[in-house]
């Protein structure tokens, strides 16, 4: 059962990921791939990484497609139509994705008894048997993240603070005006058709 | 189709008036319930965030801004490394060797608690301000 709704699912993943190559319209390709980042996450749930799939969801399908929303409302939401198709382009796309099929040759298949998790049983077993005395949270993933790897998670935490600065000083933020301190309309209110408003902007 | 600022997104502002606290509690329940259930602070600081980003989506960013300046963000994404590596910092204070939780408390296993709690509240304060910034960061450029 679970193996027909890995296919469904990966199934649905190849037609969203055509589907966003075809699109022209740049809003309906956003919206695709946040349809594909929650697919994608179903698909996590279902190999009962839930943990992951969380992630996938909040930030795949969530935040990272208002961000392309964003992104969009610098530009315009046609894509220029090209007169000539590059063979050069479809070449090196053709062998990359050749390279990257023939690479997971190698790698085991899902739940394979030879992946690099069951041939060390010392860390998997080690992990499974042993946090619940030594670390104690319930969730293995939390005890690995935080605990056995708290190293790793302070360095993907200054990542995360690393793309902030990036963002911070690539596009800066406005400083702060006055009128960002007291709205001049009473909360709840509309705000003034001249303000910063993003939804009406796309509706427009 | 130009709607007069009153009649713009009446339903969508009532609704996200409705959906915001409920937002940013189940924020801080994958937050805080981390260590027995699915999530943590990557999650929950993208959950959080994206309360602020649908006030900012519905009421503009004005309005938003006011909440939630860019110098609080600023001050929320260097707070919460610093909160992470200082946990790290009081271990070996402890005597135990960084991000060794076992030497916060009497109990080793009541140490990791503290210690995995510093940490992903770290995580979580750096992941809302730094998503926040960037909506703010596309948002305000235009």
Redesign the interface.
């Given at each position: 059962m679970d193996t027909f709704i890995i296919i469904v699912l990966l199934t649905f993943l190849a037609i969203i990921a055509i589907g966003i190559i075809v699109l022209r319209d740049l809003l309906g390709a956003v919206i695709l791939l946040g349809a594909y980042s929650l697919t994608a996450a179903s698909a996590f749930v279902v190999m009962d990484a839930v943990d992951v799939a969380f992630t996938e969801a909040a930030v795949g399908s969530g935040v990272s497609t208002i961000l392309f929303l964003g992104a969009l409302s610098f530009t315009k939401h046609e894509q220029k139509p090209r007169g000539h198709d590059s063979w050069l382009a479809l070449v090196f796309v053709v062998v990359t994705g050749g390279l990257l099929i023939y690479g997971t040759l190698d790698m085991p298949h899902f739940g394979s008894a030879i992946s690099a998790a069951q041939t060390h049983p010392d860390l998997a077993v080690r992990f499974l048997e042993q946090s619940g005395a030594e670390v104690g949270p319930p969730n293995i993933v939390t005890s690995v993240l935080a605990s056995y790897r708290g190293y790793d998670t302070l360095g993907e935490t200054l990542v995360v603070f690393a793309a902030g600065v990036a963002v911070l000083s690539l596009l800066g933020l406005k400083r702060r005006r006055p009128e960002d301190d007291a709205p001049e309309h009473a909360p709840g209110d509309t705000p003034a058709p001249d303000s910063d408003d993003f939804l009406a902007e796309r509706a427009e | 189709?130009?709607?007069y600022?009153?009649q713009?997104?009446?339903v969508?502002?009532v609704v996200t008036?409705l959906v915001i606290p409920f937002v940013l509690m189940f924020g801080l329940y994958?937050q805080f319930h981390?260590?027995?259930?699915?999530?943590?602070g990557?999650?929950a600081g993208?959950?959080f965030?994206?309360a602020f980003?649908l006030h900012?989506?519905?009421?503009?960013?004005?309005?938003t801004?006011?909440v939630l300046?860019?110098?609080v963000l600023?001050f929320m994404?260097?707070s919460?490394?610093l909160l992470?590596?200082g946990t790290?910092l009081v271990t070996m204070l402890f005597g135990g060797t960084?991000?060794d939780?076992d030497v916060l408390a009497h109990d080793?296993?009541h140490g990791?608690?503290w210690?995995?709690f510093a940490?992903?509240l770290?995580?979580g304060i750096?992941?809302t301000?730094?998503?926040v910034?960037?909506?703010?960061?596309?948002?305000?450029?235009?």
């Open positions: - | 189709m130009k709607l600022p009153r713009r997104h009446r969508l502002q008036k994958v981390g260590d027995y259930g699915p999530g943590g990557f999650q993208v959950i965030a994206s980003i900012g989506l519905i009421f503009g960013l004005q309005r801004r006011a300046s860019p110098t600023r994404m260097a919460g490394v992470y590596a790290g960084l991000l939780y080793p296993l990791q608690h210690g995995i940490v992903e770290g995580v750096t992941v301000a730094v998503m910034t960037l909506f703010y960061g596309f948002a305000s450029k235009r």
